[in-house]
């Protein structure tokens, strides 16, 4: 029950952030169908979680996110965390893929503390716009679609002799995915938490001479047209 707990309360870099009343839904790879081809000036910085001091517990969290490969969507994140026990700093890797019209962001569980026995990927349904990017976590109905058989997955539980303390592992999430879980019912409604905002509040990681922000339309994180963010 501690390790969930841990798992659920932890700040996914850039990324996303589980909640306490959420169960881990977990992908076996990266979510999405291939990568959003990623610029350096719109993801590279430090980024804050807002309201996050006010909000949990006073703890402060920021992240220095540099671009990696542009072309497979691979950024890494250099988490610095302050709470009881001082300053703590971790690195985590992310995968930006597309599915579809959504971008979705992924990171390696096992770059969680206490995230065992979750083994593969958190993820979340992500928008970037101008220096803010949204981020929704994946809600418990992803789990009831995988209990219904909508979804190809399976269900594990902490302590399996009781079935307490359940997280989900889902084989893959793609475009082929997400379209049958529209077909069986109305999304997103039920599907996605409230988003989460991060907000870019230095670029002075950005590659030497390229502007400090992109054209407005390549910006967002809607992937219509050339999918580059």
């Known amino acids: 029950m501690r390790r969930l707990k841990r798992l659920m309360s932890t700040l996914a870099a850039v990324v996303l952030m589980l909640c306490s009343t959420c169960l881990p839904i977990i992908v076996k790879t990266p979510a999405g169908d ?3 081809h990623l610029r350096a000036y719109n993801w590279q910085g430090i980024w804050m979680p807002y309201g996050y001091g006010s909000r949990l517990s006073g703890n402060f969290e920021m992240a220095k996110v540099t671009v ?13 965390k302050e709470g009881k026990a001082g300053l703590q700093v971790t690195t985590t890797d992310l995968y930006v893929r597309k599915a579809g019209r959504w971008m979705l962001v992924s990171m390696p569980s096992s770059d969680i503390a206490g995230a065992a026995p979750f083994k593969g990927y958190i993820w979340g349904r992500a928008e970037l716009k101008n220096n803010i990017l949204l981020v929704w976590a994946p809600g418990n109905r992803f789990y009831d679609s995988v209990q219904r058989g909508v979804v190809e ?8 002799e009781t079935h307490s303390n359940p997280w ?7 475009t082929q995915v997400l379209e049958q879980l529209q077909a069986s019912e109305s999304m997103p409604a039920g599907y996605w938490l409230a988003p989460i ?3 870019r509040v230095s670029d002075r ?5 390229t502007p400090p922000h992109g054209p407005p339309d390549e910006q967002t994180g809607e992937l219509v047209g050339s999918h580059t963010v």
Do not use: F, M, N, Q
């Open 34 to 36: 291939e990568p959003v």
């Open 68 to 80: 990696l490969d542009p072309e497979k969507g691979h950024l890494r994140a250099e988490i610095t």
């Open 153 to 160: 997955g399976r269900i594990h539980y902490e302590k399996p």
């Open 168 to 174: 989900v592992e889902i084989e893959r999430l793609d």
């Open 197 to 199: 905002i991060y907000v």
């Open 205 to 209: 990681t950005r590659v030497e001479g």
